[in-house]
C-alpha cells in the first residue's frame, strides 16, 4: 500500500467519527470521498508518463497488486465485481431459502452432495432416450439413431430460435458459428494445433469413460478413429460457417423467405425443413404453415451443409450429434467428468481449476431464474436514491447525443432527424422488482425433484424452450426486460431498440452516490454512452426505432459513415497484442465496440461538463493533485483495469468482439482531443497523435 493511500486510511478512519465527514479547504473528506480516493492512488503507476501509455499509469497499481486466479482466464474490475456479486447473491439465497423454496432456488440450493453419488447415472439414462451414442454402444445401428432423433437433431442444423423485434416474433435460424474453438478447427497455428490436440483427448476420454460405465469392453483405438471423425467433421461445420470478420454487417446475413422456400433451398438427405420446425412447434401447441416467414442468417452453411452431411456415415452423424449433448452437460456431472476437461480448458483458456461448486451454483441460479435473484437483490441493496441519479444521468447523456449530432458534418439533416427519434425511444433503467408472472412460471411450470439436479436442467431447458417457443403467437410484451437485475454489465438489443442497465452495474467504480460525479460520469456516464451508441454502430445503425430492420440513411450519410469507420478499423487494425503472441487486433470484427467506445467516452464528457456550469465545481479528492476533469478520464480508464492469461488472450483476439482492455482505453483516449488538452500531452506524443478518430 502506498503512503498516500494509508494516509487516506487514517483519514477514513477519522471521517467516520462524523456522519458525513466535511468539504473544508475545498477537499472532500466524507467516506465516500476517502474510498475513492484510496482505490484511485492503489490503481494508478504515478510514474508512468499519461502522455505516453494512460492505461499503465491509470492501472500500473492494479496490475501490479492483482494475480489472475487458478479458476480464472482473465481478471479484470468486471470479474472482481461479479466476484463479490455472487458472494451477496449466495448470502441471500441461503437466507432467503424459506421464502423460495417454491420459486424454484431450492433445488439448485440443496443437492450438490447428491451430484458424486449419481455420477453417470443420469447421463447414461438420456443417451438411452436419444438412441444411445455408437462409439459408447455394442449394438448401435442406423435404424436405432434415426428413429430417436427428429427434432433433436438442432445442433447440426443451424441453431433454431425465436427472435422478438417492437411489433412481432419470428423464426430465425443460426449458423453454429458461436464455438470458442472453432477458429482453432480452422487453423494450423502452434496454439490451435495445441487446442485441437488437447480437444481431441477430451473427447476420447470422455467416451471411454461412457464405455467403462456402461461395461463395454476397452478398444481405445476404435474410440480414438471414431472421435477422430467427429473432429473432422466438426472442421468442416466451422469451415462452413462465416468467418467473424465477415459477420459484422447484419444486413448481408439477414434473408427472410417462406418454410417453402426454405425446402426448396436446402433440401437435405431425408430431413425436411417444414416438417422438423413444424413439430418443435407443435410441441407448444403452435401451428405453422409452408407460407411461414422465416429469417436464415449465413446462407453459405446451409448451402454448404448438404455435401458435409454426405461425406460421413450416420453413426458419425450421430456420434456427433451425441457429443454436443455431452459437451454441454459435463459441468451437471460428477467430479470425474469435469476433470477430464482440464487439459482441454488449460489450452483455450488458461485456468488450471474448475469454479467452486457454489459459484456454479448462483451462477446457475441468476442466470436461470434472473427475475427472482435479481428482485432479492434489488431489494437489498438498490436505494431509491441511487435510482434518481442515474435516470438524470442517462437523461443528460442522451441530450449530449442528440446536440452532438449537429456538430457532425458528414451526415445530412434528414439522417439525424431519424437519428434523434431513435435515441429518444431506447433507454430503461432496470430496477424492476419480481414479477408476479415469472413466479407462476416457477411455481407450476417446473417440474423439479430435491434429489436430481441433472433433470432439473435438462427441466429447465425444456421450460425455456418451450416459454419461448410460445411467444410466436403471442403479443410482444414491451416491458420485458432482456436481463436480469444482479448483473454487472449494461445491455442493447438492436431488434427491441432498448437499453438496459441492470442494478449490478451500480455500483463502484462505476457508481455511487458517495463519490464525485467526476467519477461518476467517467464511470457509469461512460456505459451509458457506449449503449446509447451501440444503436449507432455498424451493426445497430441498420435498425430503427422500432427495432426492424430497415435502412432509415441516406446514400450521403451511408457513404460517410463507412468512411468515417474505416479510420477505426485501420487504428485498431493495427495495435499488436504482445500477449497473444504478436497478433493484431481485428478492426473489423471489434469496430461495432470500439465506435461504441469512443462515443461513449466523449459523451460522458460534454455531459459532465454541462454538469459543471449548472453546479458548480465539485470539491477535490484528497491524497490526489488532479483537477475533476482528470479524475473523470482516470476513472473511465480504471474500469478497464484487467489481465489475461496468454492462452486466453489468443483466443479472445480472434473470436471476442471486444478490443483487449488496454486498447479500448488507448484507443478511445487517442481519438480525443480534450482528453489531450486536460492532461497536456503535446501532439505527436503517443496518447496525442496527429490522426484521431471520430464517428459519433
Not at 461518476?520 to 451509458?528: D, K, T, Y
Request: contains cysteine.
Amino acid at each position: 500500500m502506498t503512503c498516500s493511500a494509508v494516509a487516506l486510511v487514517i483519514l477514513y478512519a477519522s471521517s467516520r467519527g462524523t456522519q458525513y465527514g466535511t468539504n473544508s479547504g475545498n477537499i472532500c473528506t466524507t467516506p465516500g470521498c476517502v474510498t475513492a480516493a484510496a482505490r484511485i492512488i492503489q490503481n494508478m503507476d504515478t510514474t508512468a508518463d499519461p502522455c505516453k501509455d494512460f492505461y499503465q499509469y491509470a492501472c500500473g497499481g492494479w496490475l501490479n497488486r492483482h494475480v489472475i486466479p487458478e479458476t480464472s482466464s482473465r481478471y479484470s474490475i468486471f470479474d472482481i465485481l461479479r466476484d463479490e456479486l455472487e458472494i451477496i447473491l449466495k448470502g441471500r439465497n441461503e437466507a432467503s431459502l424459506s421464502l423460495l423454496t417454491h420459486l424454484c432456488l431450492i433445488s439448485a440450493l440443496t443437492i450438490y452432495c447428491l451430484i458424486e453419488q449419481r455420477d453417470s447415472l443420469p447421463l447414461l439414462e438420456v443417451l438411452t432416450m436419444v438412441g444411445d451414442w455408437p462409439v459408447a454402444s455394442a449394438d448401435w445401428n442406423n435404424t436405432k439413431g434415426n428413429t430417436k432423433w427428429s427434432v433433436e437433431a438442432v445442433p447440426l442444423s443451424p441453431t433454431f430460435s425465436l427472435q422478438t423485434v417492437k411489433a412481432k416474433t419470428i423464426i430465425c435460424l443460426m449458423t453454429n458459428d458461436s464455438k470458442p474453438f472453432h477458429h482453432d478447427l480452422r487453423t494450423h497455428t502452434i496454439s490451435s494445433v495445441q487446442v485441437r490436440e488437447a480437444y481431441l483427448q477430451f473427447m476420447i476420454t470422455i467416451a471411454k469413460m461412457i464405455r467403462e460405465d456402461m461395461n463395454i469392453s476397452k478398444d481405445d483405438l476404435f474410440v480414438q478413429e471414431e472421435m477422430a471423425k467427429v473432429m473432422e467433421l466438426e472442421t468442416d461445420i466451422a469451415n462452413a460457417t462465416t468467418p467473424a470478420e465477415e459477420r459484422h454487417d447484419v444486413t448481408l446475413l439477414y434473408n427472410k423467405m417462406t418454410l417453402k422456400e426454405l425446402q426448396e433451398k436446402f433440401a437435405l438427405n431425408e430431413f425436411n425443413w417444414t416438417f422438423f420446425i413444424q413439430g418443435v412447434m407443435s410441441s407448444v401447441s403452435v401451428q405453422v404453415d409452408p407460407e411461414e416467414e422465416v429469417v436464415v442468417y449465413g446462407m453459405p452453411y446451409l448451402q454448404e451443409l448438404k455435401a458435409i452431411i454426405s461425406k460421413y456415415s450416420a453413426s458419425t452423424i450421430q456420434n456427433y450429434l451425441i457429443w454436443r449433448l455431452v459437451i454441454d452437460r459435463v459441468s451437471s456431472l460428477s467430479r470425474r467428468f469435469k476433470d477430464a476437461r482440464a487439459s482441454y480448458r488449460k489450452a483455450l483458456y488458461g485456468t488450471t481449476l474448475e469454479e467452486a461448486r457454489w459459484r456454479e451454483c448462483v451462477s446457475y441460479v441468476n442466470n436461470n431464474m434472473e427475475n427472482a435473484v435479481g428482485a432479492m437483490y434489488v431489494r437489498e441493496t438498490f436505494a431509491g436514491e441511487s435510482k434518481r441519479m442515474v435516470q438524470d444521468l442517462i437523461d443528460k447523456i442522451r441530450e449530449v447525443f442528440i446536440e452532438t449530432l449537429d456538430e457532425l458534418q458528414w451526415m445530412d439533416e434528414a439522417s439525424k432527424a431519424k437519428a434523434r427519434e431513435k435515441v429518444r425511444e431506447n433507454l430503461k433503467l432496470q430496477y424492476s422488482f419480481m414479477n408476479i408472472k415469472s413466479l407462476e412460471y416457477c411455481s407450476f411450470t417446473l417440474n423439479f425433484s430435491e434429489h436430481n439436479y441433472f433433470e432439473n436442467i435438462l427441466e429447465n431447458l425444456r421450460a425455456g424452450a418451450q416459454k419461448s417457443l410460445k411467444k410466436l403467437r403471442e403479443r410482444v410484451d414491451q416491458d420485458i426486460w432482456i436481463i436480469g437485475a444482479a448483473v454487472v454489465n449494461a445491455f442493447y438489443s438492436p431488434n427491441r431498440n432498448q437499453i438496459v442497465f441492470p442494478a449490478g452495474i451500480l455500483q463502484p467504480p462505476f457508481f455511487s452516490k458517495h463519490q464525485p460525479q467526476a467519477l461518476n460520469f467517467g464511470g457509469i456516464g461512460m456505459v451509458i454512452g457506449h449503449e446509447i451508441t451501440h444503436g449507432f454502430d455498424d451493426n445497430g445503425r441498420n435498425f430503427d426505432k422500432d427495432g426492424n430492420m430497415f435502412d432509415w440513411w441516406s446514400n450521403f450519410s451511408a457513404m460517410h459513415f463507412k468512411e468515417q469507420s474505416r479510420c477505426m478499423v485501420h487504428q485498431y487494425g493495427n495495435y499488436t497484442w504482445e500477449l497473444a503472441g504478436g497478433q493484431n487486433v481485428s478492426g473489423i470484427s471489434t469496430l461495432g465496440e470500439n465506435i461504441a467506445d469512443n462515443g461513449g467516452v466523449r459523451q460522458a464528457y460534454k455531459a459532465y461538463l454541462k454538469w459543471l456550469e449548472q453546479e458548480g465545481k465539485e470539491p477535490k479528492l484528497p491524497g490526489l493533485n488532479l483537477s475533476h476533469k482528470q479524475l473523470f478520464f482516470l476513472n473511465f480508464a480504471q474500469v478497464w483495469c484487467g489481465s489475461y492469461r496468454p492462452e486466453y488472450a489468443s483466443q479472445s483476439i480472434k473470436t471476442d468482439v471486444h478490443s483487449p482492455l488496454k486498447y479500448r482505453v488507448m484507443g478511445s483516449l487517442q481519438n480525443f482531443e480534450a482528453f489531450s488538452e486536460v492532461f497536456h500531452c503535446k501532439k505527436g506524443t503517443a496518447m496525442h497523435p496527429a490522426d484521431k478518430c471520430r464517428v459519433w
